[in-house]
């Protein structure tokens, strides 16, 4: 008798997540095809799905479809809720797996899932429904090699097989999801960059300068209050103008699909000032469709992974904007995006150095394990020090030799010192323990000073 063929629903929210999966599957890491009955469910976690385009409606989207023995949507599944806020009630999980099984023909046989970031939906509703099924994360982003940004449920975390992730800085580990023992698993590079090239081959055309334009990278982070939308629009201006200063006078300007069209606008009064020629690339086409089907001369963005995979997989120079100021406006301390920002920070040259950006190449692994892997562990620990304790030897080894880090954009004196990490206290107070007795006197102290200056007249207070 022939063994029980297996069900793998993979889970993609966007093209460049199907095309991680579409590489890792041709690669052979989910198992010959014969064993597994293959489903693709497409979601959009966007504000406002119902106006957007789905994954599976995208040209381009038939070079990944033949993977998949059936496409289904998550969204309409669970319509009319939106998929990242809703989530089964516990005692409902076991009617919603049965539900789900009749709907989508499982079956009673064995279930895998393939998903993007557990700690959010609608992988983590799914993780809940199918109790006890195996899950194999896949990251196609920068976020892999920071911290988990939230404790998981070891009812969960410990049924994650591994993490599947591109290879966008050679020589840097994931962080991601190790509190469980989870071990990264590389998706080869090789097979990504031929469905990349199937992916552009089959898209929709779109009109770009033919001779190596520079191509600005928009993120839309006012949209999560990491920017304001003028401080945003202000960073677009600063990638323009620090490419026309470079000498690019042939420049394309690639907007985040949800981003207002009024940045746009600004765009083009401000290339018209500076006698450049600019375009904006509304196409719903991912960075790497650009890269295929004209290679830029420069890629310029605030800490988008297209940076990387540009540098890494395309050999295309690039070049960041904005990270420090983004380093100091990203809050509470634990902002998932720290480790993405830190890491376009520490490794990409910017914008304004023109040296650096002429001269710059990408690290190879001996040095990135040197210089960068330190710098990213002790960043991880200090967002997440109770998911990670493990890690605090080598975040104090880290800042001990390198003791600027302290002061630098990368780390905050209020949380080294709430963690008793070195850099907290000036050089001459060295001396006093780093124990939580000591802690503790100066946070009463602190808040005795914060009720005496409160009980004080105003004008007083203001001179003390």
């Not at 000591?438 to 207070?461: H, N, T």
Request: overall charge neutral.
């Amino acid at each position: 008798m022939s063994a029980i063929r297996s069900t793998q629903l993979f889970f993609a929210a966007s093209q460049y997540a199907a095309a991680t999966v579409t590489a890792a599957i041709r690669a052979g890491q989910f198992g010959p095809r014969a064993e597994h009955r293959r489903l693709l469910v497409v979601s959009d976690t966007s504000p406002a799905p119902e106006v957007g385009t789905p994954l599976d409606r995208m040209a381009g989207f038939d070079s990944l479809r033949t993977e998949f023995d059936e496409v289904l949507s998550w969204n309409a599944f669970i319509s009319p809720f939106h998929p990242a806020g809703w989530f089964p009630r516990e005692q409902d999980t076991l009617l919603w797996e049965r539900y789900l099984r009749l709907a989508w023909g499982l079956g009673d046989g064995p279930v895998e899932i393939a998903c993007e970031s557990i700690q959010a939906n609608p992988s983590s509703a799914v993780a809940k429904i199918f109790g006890e099924s195996p899950i194999h994360l896949y990251a196609d982003g920068l976020m892999s090699y920071g911290p988990t940004r939230s404790k998981i449920d070891p009812l969960i975390g410990t049924r994650v097989r591994r993490l599947l992730h591109l290879d966008l800085v050679p020589g840097l580990r994931p962080l991601l999801m190790t509190e469980f023992d989870v071990e990264p698993e590389v998706v080869p590079t090789a097979e990504f960059l031929k469905v990349l090239g199937e992916l552009a081959a089959s898209a929709e055309e779109f009109a770009v300068p033919a001779d190596a334009p520079a191509l600005l990278l928009g993120q839309y982070l006012s949209a999560i209050d990491v920017l304001t939308a003028d401080e945003e629009q202000e960073l677009h201006l600063r990638m323009l103008r620090g490419t026309v200063a470079l000498g690019h006078t042939q420049v394309v300007f690639k907007p985040h699909p949800a981003a207002p069209v009024g940045w746009s606008r600004a765009l083009e009064q401000e290339a018209a000032r500076l006698g450049a020629d600019l375009t904006v690339l509304d196409a719903p086409v991912i960075a790497e469709v650009v890269y295929e089907r004209t290679r830029p001369a420069l890629v310029v963005g605030a800490f988008s992974t297209a940076l990387l995979t540009a540098a890494a997989f395309y050999g295309i120079p690039v070049a960041r904007v904005g990270t420090q100021e983004l380093l100091a406006a990203l809050t509470p301390y634990q902002n998932s995006n720290r480790v993405p920002v830190t890491i376009a920070d520490a490794l990409l040259p910017a914008l304004e150095d023109r040296a650096a950006v002429t001269s710059w190449r990408l690290p190879d692994e001996e040095r990135v394990r040197a210089e960068l892997s330190g710098l990213v562990t002790a960043v991880g620990f200090a967002m997440q020090p109770q998911i990670y304790p493990r890690l605090r030897p080598a975040a104090e080894a880290y800042l001990a030799a390198h003791p600027a880090a302290a002061s630098s954009p990368y780390f905050r004196r209020r949380r080294l010192t709430a963690l008793a990490l070195p850099g907290a206290l000036p050089a001459q107070f060295d001396f006093i323990p780093r124990n939580a007795t000591v802690r503790r006197i100066a946070r009463q102290a602190a808040a005795w000073k914060r009720g005496a200056e409160q009980r004080l007249p105003r004008g007083r207070a203001a001179r003390g």
